[in-house]
C-alpha cells in the first residue's frame, strides 16, 4: 500500500510519524512524508492554538481532493480534543488521538473511532519497543524522551489533550540515541515537557544528560523550564564535550503581573538569574524563547514591562505567539484583549525581537565555530552551528551531514555567512 504521513505541529508529533512509518515500512508499504496521490493518508494534527486546530482540519479537504478515494486516518492533538470534527468526514476511516498511536499500523483496514483518554489510560510511556537501527532522513535526529505535562498552564490545553507527565526509559533512550549516532551527527532531545522527565522515575535530567556524555554525536535539548537549571545541572553540561549550547527558555512573558495569571511558577528576576548562570558557564551561548502576546487582561503598561525586561536580558532569537483562546483553559474565562491591540503589540515585540537577534549575529563575527552542514540552497551549504546560529558557507566545500569548522565572517539574511576552516575528524 502506498502511504503518505503528513505531520503538523511539534517536533514529538514528527518523531511519532517517524515511528510509525518504521513499522509500516517494515511491513512492506511504501511510505512518504510529501503530499502526493496515496492509497492511504495517516495525518498527525495539532491543537496548540485554534488556528493549528483549523489548518489540520482543512488538511483533510487538501487530501480528498490528491485522491479521491484514499483512506484517512487521523491522529494527534486536534482528534484528541475533538474526534467527532474528523470521524464524520467522509474519507476518514480511522481516528487515534494522541495516545495508542502504534495501533495505527495495526487499524489500517479498521473503521472508527479509537480515541482513549491519555490522563487514565497512559500511566507509563508509551513507545515501540523495537529499536533496530534505521538511517532517518533527516540530518538531525529527534529522539522523544517524555510525554505529557503536569503545569496546566492556565492557556494550554496540552496536559488535558496529552496526560500526566510520564518518562521513558533511561535504556531506552541510550539505545535508540546510540544507534542515531552511527548515521547522524546531531540528536536532539525532545518531549512535551523535556524538563519533567525523570520525575516519575526517582531521576531527572542530570541522570539522563550523563549517560549521553560519551555518545559519538552532538547532544541538543529541545525547548525546556527555568526551573530545571541548578549548578548540579549546569556542571553535567559543562563537563559534556558533545553538548550543544543552545537554551531554548520558554518564559511565555517577561511580566510578574501575567506570569502569575499565567500559572507560570517563577518571577522575571528568577528567570534572569537562571538566564546569568547559563553565560557564565556558557559565555557564547545561544538562549532564545517563546513569548505570548496579547494574554487575557494584558495592559499596555504589562506589555511595556515585558519588552524592557525581554531588552535588558537580550535573547538570541524570540518565537512570537499572539495570544489563541482555547476552550476548556482558564484563561478563556478571562477578560480578553482586542484584536488589533494584539497585532500591534506582536508588531512591536518583532522589531525588538530583530534587534536583539541582529546584536547577537554581529557578536559572532569573527567566532570559529564547528558546523553541521545540512542543505543546499541558493550557492551556499546552510548548516549551525552548536549554539544554532545559522551559517552560509559557499557551495562545494563540503556535503550536507558533515561536521566543518568555520570562522564567521558577516551577517547574512537570517543567520551569518562563513569562511571555511577545515572538516572535522570523525
Known amino acids: 500500500m502506498k502511504i503518505s504521513m503528513l505531520t503538523l505541529g511539534c517536533k514529538v508529533n514528527q518523531y511519532e510519524a517517524d515511528e510509525i512509518a518504521r513499522v509500516l515500512r517494515k511491513r512492506g508499504h511504501e511510505v512518504s512524508n510529501t503530499l502526493e496521490p496515496a492509497d492511504c493518508f495517516i495525518l498527525s494534527t495539532c491543537a496548540v492554538t485554534n488556528e493549528a486546530e483549523r489548518k489540520s482540519r482543512q ?22 480534543n475533538d474526534a467527532k470534527k474528523f470521524i464524520d468526514k467522509p474519507n476518514v476511516t480511522v481516528v487515534v488521538g494522541t495516545a495508542g498511536k502504534n495501533w495505527i499500523p495495526d487499524l489500517l483496514e479498521q473503521k472508527g473511532n479509537y480515541v482513549v ?3 487514565f489510560d497512559y500511566e507509563y510511556f508509551e513507545e515501540n519497543t ?24 492556565s492557556y494550554c490545553l496540552i496536559p488535558y489533550i496529552r496526560g500526566r507527565s510520564r518518562s521513558r526509559d533511561l535504556e531506552s533512550i541510550v539505545v ?3 544507534n542515531l549516532a552511527k548515521t547522524h551527527h546531531e540528536i536532539v532531545l525532545t518531549g512535551i515537557n523535556l524538563s519533567d522527565w525523570g520525575k516519575d522515575i526517582e531521576m531527572d535530567l542530570v541522570d539522563l544528560l550523563s549517560s549521553l556524555s560519551t555518545i559519538n554525536a552532538r547532544i541538543r535539548l ?22 550543544c549550547d543552545h537554551f531554548h ?40 524563547t517563546d513569548i505570548i502576546v496579547g494574554f487575557p487582561e494584558e495592559t499596555d503598561e504589562d506589555f511595556a514591562e515585558t519588552l524592557s525586561n525581554i531588552a535588558e536580558i537580550g535573547f538570541a532569537d524570540i518565537h ?28 512591536q515585540l518583532t522589531k525588538l525581537r530583530n534587534t536583539l537577534k541582529q546584536n547577537f549575529l554581529q557578536k559572532e563575527k ?40 568555520a570562522r564567521m565572517s558577516a551577517q547574512y539574511l537570517d543567520g551569518v555567512k562563513g569562511d571555511f576552516v577545515k572538516v572535522c575528524d570523525d
Open 59 to 80: 488538511m483533510i479537504a487538501k487530501l480528498e481532493k490528491i485522491s479521491p478515494d484514499a483512506k484517512i486516518i487521523v491522529c494527534g492533538c486536534a482528534s484528541q
Open 249 to 288: 527558555l520558554s518564559m511565555q512573558s517577561a511580566c510578574d503581573k501575567t506570569l502569575k495569571a499565567m500559572n507560570r511558577h517563577y518571577t522575571v528576576a528568577e528567570f534572569k538569574k537562571k538566564v546569568q548562570m547559563l553565560r557564565d558557564a556558557y559565555p557564547r551561548c545561544a538562549i532564545t
Open 222 to 243: 529541545s525547548s525546556f523550564e527555568m526551573n530545571v537549571i541548578t549548578p548540579e545541572l549546569i556542571k553535567t553540561l559543562t563537563a559534556m564535550p558533545n553538548f
Open 320 to 347: 512570537i505567539f499572539p495570544y489563541s483562546k482555547r476552550a476548556g483553559t482558564v484563561a478563556a474565562g478571562m477578560k480578553q484583549v482586542d484584536g488589533e491591540t494584539v497585532k500591534k503589540r506582536v508588531a
Open 176 to 178: 535508540e540515541v546510540y
Open 130 to 153: 523495537d529499536h533496530e537501527q534505521i538511517k532517518r532522513k533527516r540530518t538531525r535526529a529527534y529522539v522523544k524522551v517524555q510525554d505529557g505535562c503536569n503545569n496546566y498552564c
Open 366 to 405: 569573527g567566532m570559529i565555530y564547528e558546523v553541521l552542514l545540512e542543505q543546499e540552497k541558493d550557492g551556499f551549504v546552510v548548516g549551525h552551528a552548536r549554539n544554532f546560529t545559522k551559517v552560509y558557507l559557499p557551495q562545494g566545500v563540503a556535503e550536507p551531514n558533515t561536521l566543518v569548522m
Open 117 to 119: 483518554d491519555p490522563a
